[in-house]
């Protein structure tokens, strides 16, 4: 008896799968399939407006969209929309918006959106591309968001992700859980975790970083040992204030930020040997070469400006390269000095005692000052 159902309960299923080489339709449920037309699995389905199916196995045309209850394998070519219910292999090319219910593998492009629960592949949209796990590339032109990335994530304005194993890369903004690999963003990275690489034109954020953090201006984690950029705010790195004095005549006073490799510097001050606006200021970057608990060697690279930032025939400009020991004295006290590499140019021909008799190289001239010279730099910062 049991045996009578079984073949009676196949014999129906046989009846139900019904298959077809051709579909033509205009709009359901007027197509060649009638009302059953989305019951059928079609080899080639042409929509002259839109059409329904159950699975379509090579390639589907619809003017506005394409309706797939189950599979699609193959290409999709929707003016609007296409629709898949559950799986998909192949191309998805759609003017306006792709959907697959369940997974996706090969290519999706849609002039609006991509909507996928697992991407394997590539998916590229005018606007935004929404998955929940991509194993592949994401590129649109507004919003990349996804649960979980392996691969890269590329957009016009910000990406969102849960886990990245990686690279994103976004003109505005980055946001992630952890990342294990690459964040490059034109303004702000945002991620928890990050092993590898955070790359901002503006500001770095993350709880936890081991690797490498690049920032135009700010750094901010709780941990990272190797940020760089101007001010880093590293909870469990350092922060210092420094008086300094040069042998061009600029005393300026320093704030010093960052972590147990790299450090940043921005600062203020005054110069006691140019004529007319004296305010100095000045930004760059260090890295300690760390020997004993009480000596290490910082390295720094700096740019510093005298006078005016408004009228440059005012402003002298001096960048250069000091290498000096540090010795600290007590927990909070740290004494510096070493031989600077610098380079030294000013338009206004009244800053000319600012420069130093030596020179590796020189090009004086009527209207403007350039030298090479080896000169120095000491002082002194109380670590916060």
């Not at 918006?97 to 849609?110: I, P």
């Not at 440059?312 to 590499?341: D, H, N, Q």
């Amino acid at each position: 008896m049991a045996g009578i159902c079984m073949m009676s309960a196949m014999n129906v299923s046989a009846q139900s799968e019904k298959k077809s080489a051709v579909q033509i339709s205009f709009f359901p449920p007027m197509s060649t399939h009638g009302t059953d037309a989305a019951q059928y699995t079609n080899v080639f389905s042409f929509n002259i407006l839109a059409g329904v199916s159950k699975n379509e196995t090579a390639f589907t045309f619809g003017s506005l969209a394409n309706i797939i209850g189950n599979n699609s394998n193959g290409l999709q070519f929707a003016g609007l929309y296409n629709g898949v219910g559950n799986e998909g292999r192949g191309i998805l090319f759609s003017g306006l918006l792709n959907m697959v219910g369940n997974s996706y593998r090969g290519l999706q492009f849609a002039g609006l959106s991509n909507m996928t629960n697992r991407m394997n592949g590539m998916q590229f949209a005018g606007l935004t591309n929404l998955a929940g796990d991509v194993n592949g590339f994401q590129f649109a032109g507004l919003l990349n968001a996804a649960k979980n990335v392996s691969g890269a994530q590329f957009v016009g304005l910000a990406n969102a992700a849960g886990d990245v194993s990686g690279f994103q890369f976004a003109g505005l903004m980055n946001i992630a859980k952890n990342v294990s690999s690459v964040q490059f963003a034109g303004l702000i990275n945002i991620a928890k975790n990050v092993s590898g690489l955070q790359f901002a034109g503006l500001i770095n954020i993350a709880k936890s970083v081991s690797g490498l953090q690049f920032a135009g201006l700010i750094n901010v984690a709780e941990s990272s040992n190797c940020p760089v950029g101007l001010i880093n705010l590293i909870r469990n790195g350092e922060k210092s204030v420094s008086l300094t004095y040069s042998e061009i005549g600029s005393t300026i006073v320093a704030f010093r930020s960052g972590g147990k490799y790299t450090y940043g510097i921005v600062g203020l001050g005054y110069n006691f040997k140019t004529k007319g606006k004296a305010m100095v200021s000045t930004g760059g970057l260090g890295a300690h070469i760390n020997c004993t608990p009480w000596l290490r060697i910082n390295n720094e690279l700096s740019c510093e400006t005298v006078g005016s930032f408004s009228n440059s025939k005012t402003t002298t400009f001096r960048t250069g390269y000091a290498l000096m020991p540090a010795f600290k004295a007590g927990k909070r006290f740290e004494i510096f000095a070493g031989p600077t590499v610098n380079y030294l140019q000013t338009d206004d021909l009244n800053n000319a005692n600012m420069f130093p008799g030596n020179s590796l190289w020189e090009d004086w001239s009527v209207s403007k000052l350039q030298q090479v010279y080896i000169g120095y730099q000491f002082g002194v910062q109380f670590i916060l």
